[in-house]
């Protein structure tokens, strides 16, 4: 195993609330916490987020297990790959986020914009976000997700770097659909002419409702 990239590949999961302000510098300490621990309701959707940074060079990261090559060429590579029970795997995504700038101009995470594959300047970081749900039919009362880290240089065999576990405590409770829960109600005020303006599309354009159906998504 080429000893450099496993000291030059950093990993941490984060909750789902972290705002990642893109080309921030993050302390050692930052860096580390490679296995993670959440519990969950029968039908509650989860979600976390997983930061990496690799020091070397530019790379290419990806989700595909083929031998996908960026534009710039064989630069070097690192492929992630998920690994759930066959319980919840229908249930459960990873994806790369993209980022854009925010009401105060700064370039933060934004999840309505996923990727599978996505090219990472040197040194940067760059985060995953990782979703899913614990069905209601589910027996499990503990659910380990693996994500593995591979690297590779070229047409060189890739080799795995890096072993992340997340914990998964299942109550055994059915979370009500909130569509039929009669004792539920939510007020939201939110004008979609504010999602034009934060991400800088003509009101009402095609890609203003892009925008909107995939923030009502999780409504």
Known sequence: MRSYLVKELKATFLDSTFK???????????????????????????????????????????????????????????????????EIKEHCDISFVGYLKDDTGEIVNATIHIAKSVLVEQNISQYLWIEGKVPEDCNLEDIDIKIDVFTQKGYEDEEK??????????????????????????????????????????????????????NLREL
Not at 68 to 74: A, E, H, V, Y
Not at 176 to 183: L, Y
Not at 198 to 209: G, I, M, Q
């Open 161 to 214: 770097v890096k072993n992340l576990d997340i914990k998964v405590n299942v109550i055994d409770f059915v979370l009500p659909d909130p569509n039929t829960c009669d004792d539920f109600h939510l007020d939201l005020w939110q004008h979609p002419s504010n999602w034009a303006r934060a991400y800088k599309v003509e009101l009402w354009s095609d890609p203003h409702f892009e925008i909107i159906e995939n």
């Open 20 to 86: 990642h302000v893109k080309y921030s510098n993050f302390p050692e300490s930052f860096w580390g916490n490679e296995d993670t621990k959440i519990t969950v309701s029968k039908e509650e959707k989860f979600a976390l987020q997983l930061m990496l940074n690799y020091a070397h060079t530019e790379t290419l990261y990806t989700l595909n297990r083929g031998n996908t090559i960026s534009w710039k060429g064989l630069i070097d590579r690192v492929r992630i790959d998920l690994k759930v029970p066959d």
